[in-house]
């Protein structure tokens, strides 16, 4: 399988279609020849047991010169004109441990005794059924397989609806992957909504809970949990996340963003300092979706070396611990002149940053996934923003309640609302987000 490349997709991708409605010639997937001899000729792939539709599937494409991905993806033909039997078919076999069954039930008493039923664990599910390995334009066969499988065998628990949906989000993760950004995306609020159409859960975690439960213990529930923990790691599976190798990895990616609320950051953003500091920047994709807007990021750092052919083009990620950061910019950021941005801000950021000796920092976490979730999922971050000062916002029309957040750390009240005043009113949620867990810890301003 190629290694994932930012230039392999047709720079018209985000239209899914292509010039004379040919896609680009694309030779990038070479096998070296010590793997190709352990590829099994094609006769031998035949077996004389009955088979399922899913596996008479993939004799075809065994069989075939050039393999197409599922109807809907068209986009992904250029990586599929690229593949070889050999590759597919491993592919294929990486997908095969979302759909086993047999392992619902423990995975649905974990989720129940975590309080949540979507949240990382079921990529840590994922991550141990060893899907997750992979990256780039392999995660996105990877994904559309899962697709081809859910419409010809599994169809029973889903709907077409929530196929779509997937679709939709494979279409978006794949400009992403040709470093563009995609008219839409899935929000978090979307995700919610299409699986409580499998399974209605109630308005709490204490109703999801009980829903579970009672539904593990029903025969005539069974199918319909089998179709919730079915889809959540579906949801889960076309994630950025797994596009960009995992938790943790090089290239991994947290929050992708659509060019609507780029074009709706951007107005936001005439209002806010205009020294912007990427902090926790990974490959550097928010500076590049920033910069393409014509709102320049002046830094954009991470604690990590990221490689160059990671990064984001035009995007240098420069190896700076955010609290060093932080202390070079004390003398302007008390002057109002910076603006740290992050994005999915997790408790070692905000350890390097929060503290009564460091420098104040006024920090803007978009987001158009997450919204106002995008600070939950770790308990101990309650305690750690629990003297600090936030503001929910609003950014446009993104298709849930709230976009993230503006945060007033190691500053005063009063300092805090000297920022957030300057922000008009269209722009602050004025009603308290009802998922985030760490809201009610924080001041909140401009609340009605």
Request: proline share 6%; aromatic share 6%.
């Amino acid at each position: 399988m190629s290694t994932p490349s930012s230039v392999t997709l047709s720079a018209k991708l985000h239209s899914n279609s292509y010039t004379n409605g040919q896609a680009p010639n694309n030779s990038t997937s070479a096998i070296p020849t010590e793997v190709k001899k352990e590829i099994p000729k094609e006769t031998e792939r035949l077996e004389p047991t009955p088979l399922s539709s899913f596996e008479k599937i993939s004799i075809l494409n065994a069989h075939s010169k050039v393999s197409e991905p599922p109807v809907g993806l068209e986009c992904l033909n250029p990586i599929y004109q690229a593949l070889t039997p050999g590759d597919l078919e491993a592919t294929k076999q990486k997908i095969n441990p979302i759909f086993d069954f047999d392992k619902f039930p423990p995975l649905l008493e974990k989720a129940i005794q975590n309080s949540s039923v979507i949240n990382r664990f079921w990529e840590n599910h994922l991550k141990e059924a060893g899907v997750t390995d992979i990256a780039g334009e392999q995660a996105l066969v990877a994904m559309s397989e899962a697709i081809r499988k859910l419409e010809v065998d599994t169809h029973q628990y889903t709907n077409d609806g929530i196929i779509q949906m997937l679709k939709d989000q494979i279409i978006a993760l794949a400009t992403i992957q040709s470093r563009q950004f995609p008219d839409k995306i899935l929000t978090g609020t979307q995700i919610r909504v299409a699986l409580k159409s499998l399974l209605p859960l109630g308005s709490n975690k204490y109703d999801a809970i009980k829903t579970l439960q009672q539904s593990m213990c029903e025969p005539t529930g069974v199918h319909n949990v089998k179709s919730f923990v079915l889809n959540c790691l579906l949801f889960n599976f076309v994630s950025p996340v797994i596009l960009g190798g995992g938790h943790g990895s090089e290239g991994c990616i947290y929050e992708i963003f659509s060019t609507p609320f780029l074009n709706k950051l951007k107005e936001l953003l005439t209002y806010l300092p205009k020294i912007r500091i990427e902090l926790g920047a990974g490959i550097g994709l928010t500076s590049g979706a920033l910069n393409s807007i014509n709102r320049k990021v002046q830094v954009t750092a991470d604690i990590r070396k990221i490689p160059a052919s990671q990064a984001w083009p035009g995007v240098k990620t420069l190896k700076i611990e955010a609290g060093t950061i932080a202390i070079a910019y004390k003398q302007k950021s008390e002057k109002f002149e910076v603006l740290y941005i992050a994005t999915c801000p997790d408790n070692e950021l905000f350890k390097h940053l929060i503290g009564k000796e460091k420098p104040p920092v006024l920090l803007l976490v978009p987001s158009e996934h997450f919204g106002c979730d995008v600070l939950g999922g770790e308990d101990i971050r309650s305690e750690i923003l629990r003297d600090q000062h936030c503001t929910p916002i609003q950014i446009g029309d993104c298709g849930q309640v709230g976009s993230g957040f503006i945060l007033g750390l190691n500053m005063s009240k009063s300092t805090f609302e000297q920022y957030a005043h300057k922000i008009p009113d269209k722009y602050i949620l004025q009603e308290k987000p009802l998922n985030n867990l760490h809201v009610a810890q924080l001041t909140i301003t401009k609340e009605s």
